[in-house]
């Protein structure tokens, strides 16, 4: 059985929502009627070689018949993080949705090692983990105060197979575990805490790279919109069993399989399980 699920009156927040798996998802969220808060570093669209503002964000979000904010920050920055979360304190009291997708891409890696690369890709942790658990820190009142919630770590098979490097696989699995704890600690709470495993996504920084490979590469790559998981997330929110979900990590196909939801073409994603793995089953011990 479902709610009414993720629309008006529904707050959120979507971090790292410039452009690309973000805004694909905060502007999901807003074609439900909700209220989305979407942030980032680029208020100018020169900011970033993919292009892509907040405010830009925010505008497709009321197109589409949501409410969009554009709130420009730094997620290295803890002052600004708190600083937004006081502000949705104020003008709402409580919020219902946090999707954690906040990430630096630190540039081309170069073969030959962690080592023989730049030591800024250590930022991928930095910005992409740190900053999940910073925000997740100062939305948990307002989840708890709204008396259902959901908190939604953006993840990858990265997490379990060979993707981009150290760095990379450490922020996507430390995310995984991260949002696994946080259930346990949120769940006599009502409010929920997942991971949802994207595929390859038709985002900005995306089409670039696949550009850049061979024709033949190229065709054998399946991609899903950047608005799949924010589809995903609206419809997760709506189950009355919202709670059964709570600590797991889960590849975004398979669950929109499960809950009927197509991407914007009207097809239903693959899973890539067989071909870069699976998420791992996280068990807690209460001690």
Known sequence: MTRSGAGSGVVAVVTGASRGAGKGIALALGQTGAT????????????????????????????????GVAVVLD??????????????TREHGRLDILVNNAAKFAGPIKPGGFWNNRL????????????????AYHAAPLLIANGRGLIVNTGYY?????????????????ADKMAADMAMELRP??????????????????????ASLPTQERSSIT????????????????QDDLMS???????????????????IDGTVPLSLRD???APPELHHTLR
């Open 36 to 67: 989305v808060y979407v942030t980032g570093r680029s208020a100018q669209r020169d900011d970033s070689p993919y292009g892509g503002t907040v405010g830009e964000t925010a505008a497709l979000i009321d197109e589409a018949g949501g409410t």
């Open 75 to 88: 997620h290295a920055d803890d002052t600004a993080v708190a600083a937004l979360f006081e502000r949705i």
């Open 120 to 135: 800024e890709l250590a930022d991928m942790i930095t910005v992409g983990l740190r900053s999940h658990f910073v925000a």
């Open 158 to 174: 990265g997490a379990v197979s060979y993707h981009q490097g150290p760095a990379y696989g450490a922020q996507k699995a430390g």
């Open 189 to 210: 709470h009502n409010v929920a805490a997942v991971s949802i495993w994207m595929g390859h996504l038709s985002t900005e920084r995306g089409i670039a790279y696949r």
């Open 223 to 238: 991609e899903e919109s950047p608005q799949f998981t924010g589809r995903v997330i609206a419809a997760l929110y709506a």
């Open 245 to 263: 979900y709570s600590g797991r990590a889960m590849i975004g196909a398979e669950l929109g399989a499960r809950l009927g939801v197509t991407d």
């Open 275 to 277: 071909e870069l793995g």
